[in-house]
């Protein structure tokens, strides 16, 4: 069957698109991200969704310097932005580990690591495109969200424009005095449950109904059912059989890693069952030459980054082999589970509008450990997976926003890899200023995610068995099967079963209200109100610099 391609509206082919403004601008707000990011990570373990904020600033930025800008050329700054601030984000989370382990921060060593690593992400999913961006089942919430941001360009009916911005106004003040304190940011009910083990918390701030309001209602009460699940079924049978410690206590002292292997399996699954209904089309995409695509708005041939991605493998392959005499077939290995990460990572973001590198990043950990018998190796090895399927998913991220905006896939992906060019080098110049200045002992940078891994990777002398159980895994990947076959959103299922409830319940309310509004207002003004759920999430967004920039001018 011939393949629809519909888009939302017509945009002229003679915009400009890839030009030095948008290059410019694009590195230099994705430093300033990085910048943002990796002190998050670094301080609170705490990160934030840039890309709304980076599409917003190039709204208003660009056309300061040299006149009237477009969608096309917007995407661009967005696509290089995001690239350069994701590039060397894992330096933080998994760099530092192994600078506690004892080990030196070689810089060109690791300058190669990244930028590889990341290159392989972008060549990866540039090759799984199409069978993507076109999928009916993935909301993408994130490019919704920014390609929202970018739809006031140019607009002469203001009235959406005022709902974005009376909503970023309206967030800023409310998640400021969140954080400040002023205002509760959590509403806790767990006290008042009658069963030892029952959790239930709800994370009520203006970026989780935003993006549960976005994810749409279906996907955001999938989320809903399988975390009521795990924090009113699981929680108390669990604490009884002693699988875990109460998580109405601590829900990070044993039911994540108890459900990591389902989680693992079913997002594996449910990422390869869609691929492997499609190989027909994915493997003819690769007898086209060049130029265009019958079917496709691809305008570049999948044999280059197929090509570049087996040279990028090969050189990851055969310097880790060479200067840190890791054992080749088990590198060959790790090669292609961070690839399979990949998919799992880049369908998950665009079911949940979530991250789920925390869970792939353990679970790497955890299989590299069973395979080298090193926690130094393990924990590399991590480093350079994560690396990989972070920048498939951001890829993929800003694909599916340029398909949106029929921005040109090819310029697309040059500036992700001038993105992450500029982001490797000042990165790792970052990371090594801050380790220098505040070391590791410092009350001020203390490496949350960087500790977790490290007692990942150090304490897996005593056994990997509970973290990788064989007949969870197996009863993940048999239900990621059985809800990718009935259309279900089984990588937000997934999700929904690790991260904290509080924040899943969030989201869920913000679903629910999409929900109310599409029964009493219709869908057409539901789709209107995107407005304000994106201005909901870049105000929090915009607070979240605001108290970086504040913590450190109180230094």
């Known amino acids: 069957m011939k393949r629809e391609i519909n888009r939302p509206e017509s945009v002229p082919s003679t915009e400009k698109e890839l030009t030095f403004r948008a290059i410019f601008f694009g590195v230099l707000i994705g430093l300033l991200l990085m910048a943002?990011?990796?002190?998050?990570?670094?301080?609170?373990?705490?990160?934030?969704?840039?890309?709304?904020?980076?599409?917003?600033?190039?709204?208003?930025?660009?056309?300061?310097?040299?006149?009237?800008?477009?969608?096309?050329?917007?995407?661009?700054?967005?696509?290089?932005?995001?690239?350069?601030?994701?590039?060397a984000y894992s330096l933080t989370g998994n760099v530092a580990p192994l600078l506690m382990m004892g080990q030196e921060l070689e810089i060109l060593p690791t300058f190669i690591l990244l930028f590889v690593a990341d290159a392989m992400g972008i060549c990866f999913v540039s090759i799984l495109r199409d069978q993507y961006v076109y999928d009916?089942?993935?909301?993408?919430?994130g490019a919704v969200m920014c390609t929202t941001a970018m739809k006031q360009i140019g607009r002469t009916d203001n009235s959406s424009?005022?709902?974005?911005?009376?909503?970023?106004?309206?967030?800023?003040?409310?998640?400021?005095?969140?954080?400040?304190?002023?205002?509760?940011?959590?509403?806790?009910?767990?006290?008042?449950?009658?069963?030892?083990?029952?959790?239930?918390?709800i994370l009520v701030m203006p970026l989780m109904l935003g993006m549960g309001y976005v994810l749409g209602s279906r996907?955001?009460?999938?989320?809903?059912?399988?975390?009521?699940?795990?924090?009113?079924?699981?929680?108390?049978?669990?604490?009884?059989?002693?699988?875990?410690?109460?998580?109405?206590?601590?829900?990070?002292?044993?039911?994540?890693?108890?459900?990591?292997?389902?989680?693992i399996g079913m997002a594996l699954f449910a990422a390869l069952l869609p691929l492997c209904k499609q190989w027909r089309s994915l493997t003819a995409a690769f007898r086209i030459k060049t130029g265009k695509v019958a079917n496709t708005d691809r305008d570049y041939s999948l044999k280059t980054p197929l090509i570049l991605l087996l040279i990028l493998s090969a050189v990851l392959i055969g310097f880790c082999s060479i200067y840190y005499h890791i054992n080749p077939v088990v590198m060959i290995f790790c090669t292609l589970l961070s690839l399979f990460f990949a998919m799992i990572a880049v369908r998950v973001f665009a079911e949940s509008g979530m991250s789920a590198g925390l869970p792939l990043n353990i679970f790497t950990i955890v299989i590299a450990y069973g395979l080298t018998q090193s926690a130094v190796f393990s924990m590399l090895i991590a480093f350079m997976s994560f690396n990989t399927f972070i920048l498939a998913q951001d890829t993929m991220y800003d694909l599916k926003i340029g398909e949106m905006v029929q921005a040109s896939p090819k310029k697309q992906l040059k500036s992700q890899f001038i993105g992450i060019f500029f982001g490797c080098v000042a990165g790792l110049a970052l990371f090594y200023g801050i380790v220098s200045a505040f070391g590791f002992d410092g009350e001020l940078f203390t490496y949350p995610f960087g500790n977790m891994y490290y007692a990942v990777a150090t304490g897996l002398e005593d056994g990997v068995s509970s973290l990788f159980n064989p007949g969870r895994f197996a009863l993940g990947g048999v239900l990621g099967v059985i809800f990718s076959i009935i259309g279900l959103p089984a990588g937000g299922i997934a999700l929904a079963m690790y991260l904290a409830p509080r924040t899943i319940m969030g989201i869920a309310l913000g679903g629910l209200i999409r929900l109310i509004v599409e029964k009493t207002k219709g869908h057409p003004f539901a789709e209107k109100m995107d407005n304000i759920a994106t201005g909901l999430v870049i105000g929090d967004a915009l607070v979240c610099v605001l108290m970086v920039i504040i913590t450190m001018t109180s230094l």
Request: charged fraction near 10%; hydrophobic fraction near 50%; proline fraction near 7%.
């Open 219 to 263: 996907n955001a009460l999938c989320m809903l059912a399988a975390c009521l699940i795990v924090c009113l079924i699981e929680g108390p049978i669990g604490t009884k059989q002693g699988w875990f410690a109460n998580p109405a206590e601590d829900f990070y002292a044993g039911i994540q890693d108890f459900n990591l292997p389902v989680v």
């Open 36 to 87: 943002l990011m990796m002190y998050l990570d670094a301080v609170l373990g705490l990160d934030t969704d840039v890309a709304p904020i980076a599409s917003m600033i190039g709204v208003l930025l660009i056309p300061l310097f040299g006149g009237p800008t477009n969608r096309r050329e917007v995407n661009v700054m967005q696509t290089c932005a995001t690239a350069t601030t994701f590039a």
């Open 161 to 201: 424009t005022k709902l974005l911005f009376g909503a970023i106004l309206f967030s800023v003040v409310v998640s400021f005095l969140q954080n400040m304190e002023y205002i509760p940011s959590l509403a806790d009910f767990t006290s008042l449950l009658p069963v030892e083990g029952m959790s239930l918390g």
């Open 136 to 141: 009916q089942n993935l909301p993408f919430p």
